[in-house]
């Protein structure tokens, strides 16, 4: 497993899963939250509506896996309620591009690979590499998903958009202050 191997397990959910009423409860978001997400709260209310247990039991490292149209209907409350849980990656069949690249801004990878449902049960432990878009299931398949582009595992690496261009930032300030 290289470094960019992710190893958990899996948390199955069905097709059409809504970002803003079923991976969390929008409705409370909007009406309770001030400016500053609650990750606390997000957390608390993550998949409870489809999985009671999710919560209590999600593990760090563990993983997501979704169906078809994972995710619709999603504002960056989702993401962040998903990453706050500890889930490492999210592996889906398919997805709005607007869910990847709002979970990749908080530091959650979202990888999208046709036949995922069917390759993989609930509590199994699979591996996946954004980076190269393997993944390993329990009994030895071996499916590909699209790779993640090297910006995209700079950004996941980072732990989100900010932290990287912090960094860079940092780095670009210090070269011009040592030239």
């Known amino acids: 497993m290289s470094g960019q191997d992710l190893r958990g397990r899996v948390w199955k ?4 899963v809504s970002g803003d009423d079923g991976i969390i409860e929008f409705s409370i978001v ?3 939250f001030g400016k500053a997400f609650d ?7 993550c998949f409870r509506r489809l ?10 490292g563990d993983i997501v896996v979704g169906g078809r149209n994972f995710g619709h209907h999603n504002h960056v409350e989702v993401s962040v309620a998903i990453k706050a849980s500890g889930i490492a990656v999210v592996i889906v069949e ?9 979970a ?5 990878p979202i990888m999208t690979c046709p036949g995922i449902t069917d390759a993989v049960q609930d509590g199994e432990v699979v591996e996946a590499n954004p980076a190269t878009g393997i993944i390993r299931t329990a009994t030895g398949g071996v499916l590909q998903a ?3 582009s090297p910006r995209m595992v700079q950004i996941w690496q ?14 670009r300030r210090a070269a011009a202050a040592g030239a």
């Open 51 to 60: 999985r009671p247990e999710f919560p209590a039991e999600v593990r760090p």
């Open 146 to 148: 699209r790779p993640f």
């Open 30 to 32: 909007r009406e309770g």
């Open 39 to 45: 990750e606390e709260a997000l957390k608390a209310m």
């Open 158 to 171: 980072a732990g989100g958009s900010i932290p990287l261009l912090e960094r860079e930032f940092a780095e």
């Open 94 to 102: 398919s997805c709005e591009s607007g869910i990847i690249r709002r």
């Open 13 to 16: 959910f069905g097709d059409n």
């Open 104 to 108: 990749l801004n908080v530091g959650l």
